[in-house]
């Protein structure tokens, strides 16, 4: 009698242990993957990219190119950011070691720089103007263009920001920031100049 309770109650224990082990592995076969944060839509179409560099005279394989070493000296910095976020573009230009307290212009051009200022070629437009060089002020304007006038302070520092509609992305005329003489011009026959070209930088968009 003993030995039959003995053996009942070690197949009811080992029934249970079974039991025990199957709702273990189902529930851990079956539980739910760690929850994730789901991305927000501006996160997921948000791009950066940035372009530092020092000026120096031209060589081929400079950054930033000095073509007036008075106005933008040799050794001067330049740092330019371009973010697109949910189809709106937002670029930023800050410069240090220029003159100080002094008004620049300075735009997007459609060309890598070169050993000249004229090798960058004219200015970037959304939409182009058929006729060249572009001074309408329907199409040489701050919307179409990106223009990043700025003022130097004490120490020749400066910033300036552009936020437009512009797309970048499969155009290959976007290059360069050149950097001009003066602050650009907008009435009709002038719009989009800026006086000489005193140096240029290479950047993506």
Known sequence: MFQQRSRLLGSIFGLCTAAALLVGC?????AAPPATQPSSPGDQSASAKQTSATFEPYTQDAKAVT???AQVPPGS???LSSQRIDGHTKITLNVEGLQPNRDYGAHVHTKPCGPTGEDAGPHFQEKADPVKPSVDPAYANPRN?????IHTGPHGGGMATAEGDWSFANRQDAQSVVIHAT????EPGKAGTAG???ACVNAKF
Do not use: A, I, M
């Open 26 to 30: 189902g529930g851990q076969q079956g």
């Open 67 to 69: 073509y007036d070493q």
């Open 77 to 79: 910095h330049v740092n």
């Open 145 to 149: 263009e990106v223009w990043l006038d």
């Open 183 to 186: 602050h650009t011009h907008t």
């Open 196 to 198: 000489d070209r005193l």
